[in-house]
T-cell receptor, first 116, second 115 residues
Framework: ETGVTQSPTHLIKTRGQQVTLRCSSQSGHNTVSWYQQALGQGPQFIFQYYREEENGRGNFPPRFSGLQFPNYSSELNVNALELDDSALYLC???????????????FGEGSWLTVV | AQSVTQPDIHITVSEGASLELRCNYSYGATPYLFWYVQSPGQGLQLLLKYFSGDTLVQGIKGFEAEFKRSQSSFNLRKPSVHWSDAAEYFCAVGAGTSGTYKYIFGTGTRLKVLA
């Protein structure tokens, strides 16, 4: 068990709807990253939040947005859902944002999103 | 560009046989390298990681990996596979010297174990 918890674990949404996924980070971690893992693919970096600010973004459109709260928990919001958004969404927490953060990264179990 | 390649999409081995999963990376600086395992319907579990020092890294569940800078490889090995090792395996490189630190994952290798 990593101490990173995500909710909900599974959900089904209709195309065009909006979804919010939540992540509670490992105690003491101040950085949260989100990844999308489509079926049969490796996880892809969506964005990272550090001290409540977006701190880097992958190749995802603006309808993917996020928040980080003072307790370092985080939300991933996806607007105007498309069928291709169906995936496992993984949250990872770490301490800091530099290379040494790789020594402290923990992943949650993920949220499975199905868009129909 | 930074990338990770796992050449084998599927691998099938018999229980008790040895295993090697290949991983090649492209990264300009000294890489931080990781292997994760994912069972069906589950999240990612860290098997092992390489930051520096000894190029042969020991991990959990009897796995090891060897970093070879000259070949840009970080192959995962296990001397004797158990049926419970059937899962998907991901190699990843940590990217970013400052600011945003992220993982770049390969597309994964699905391991099937025959009884």
């Amino acid at each position: 068990e990593t101490g990173v918890t995500q909710s909900p674990t599974h959900l089904i949404k209709t195309r065009g709807q909006q979804v919010t996924l939540r992540c509670s980070s490992q105690s003491g971690h101040n950085t949260v990253s989100w990844y999308q893992q489509a079926l049969g693919q490796g996880p892809q970096f969506i964005f990272q939040y550090y001290r409540e600010e977006e701190n880097g973004r992958g190749n995802f459109p603006p309808r993917f947005s996020g928040l980080q709260f003072p307790n370092y928990s985080s939300e991933l919001n996806v607007n105007a859902l498309e069928l291709d958004d169906s995936a496992l969404y993984l949250c990872a927490s770490s301490l800091g944002t530099g290379r040494l953060a790789g020594n402290t990264i923990y992943f949650g179990e993920g949220s499975w999103l199905t868009v129909v | 560009a930074q990338s990770v390649t796992q050449p084998d999409i599927h691998i099938t081995v018999s229980e008790g046989a040895s295993l090697e999963l290949r991983c090649n990376y492209s990264y300009g600086a000294t890489p931080y390298l990781f292997w994760y395992v994912q069972s069906p319907g589950q999240g990612l579990q860290l098997l092992l990681k390489y930051f520096s020092g000894d190029t042969l890294v020991q991990g959990i569940k009897g796995f090891e990996a060897e970093f070879k800078r000259s070949q840009s490889s970080f192959n995962l090995r296990k001397p004797s596979v158990h049926w419970s090792d059937a899962a998907e395996y991901f190699c990843a490189v940590g990217a970013g010297t400052s600011g945003t630190y992220k993982y770049i994952f390969g597309t994964g290798t699905r391991l099937k174990v025959l009884a």
